[in-house]
């Protein structure tokens, strides 16, 4: 598969490539967490809670292919590789939607997580 699309499908083919993406994604999560916390109900927030959106997904996609190519041709076959990518890509599409729209629509991402320590209005 060549082009972004399948760099993107198959994140763990390119492992030079792959690790170098996740390891700066990391270093980037753990300094945009704490400025997430720090920013909200800033100007700052939205901007602060869609990059850690992407950055989110990002991390989670390309991890999840490593555990796919390690684990999936041992337990079922390499067959199932390719399909268990592309479940993969769809769960990653709509985390990024979700995440997405938690931030447009909702209190964002460090307001939802916030929220799990505030008092509930009566």
Excluded: C, Q
């Excluded at 972004?4 to 996740?22: E, T």
């Excluded at 337990?75 to 890509?89: E, Y």
């Excluded at 990653?92 to 505030?118: D, F, M, Q, Y």
Aim: proline letters at 5%.
């Amino acid at each position: 598969m060549a082009g972004v699309f399948g760099r993107f499908l198959a994140a763990d083919a390119d492992v030079n490539l792959a690790v170098k993406v996740y390891h700066r994604v990391n270093l980037a999560l753990l300094g945009a967490t704490p400025l997430a916390l720090a920013t909200d109900n800033t100007a700052l927030s939205f901007p602060v809670d869609m990059a850690l959106g992407l950055m989110f997904a990002m991390h989670g996609h390309i991890g999840m292919n490593y555990v796919i190519t390690d684990y999936v041709p041992k337990f079922m076959s390499k067959a199932a590789v390719g399909p268990a990518r592309g479940i993969m890509l769809g769960v990653t599409g709509l985390t990024v939607l979700g995440i997405t729209r938690l931030n447009v629509e909702g209190p964002g991402l460090t307001g939802a997580l916030k929220a799990l320590w505030r008092k509930p209005k009566e």
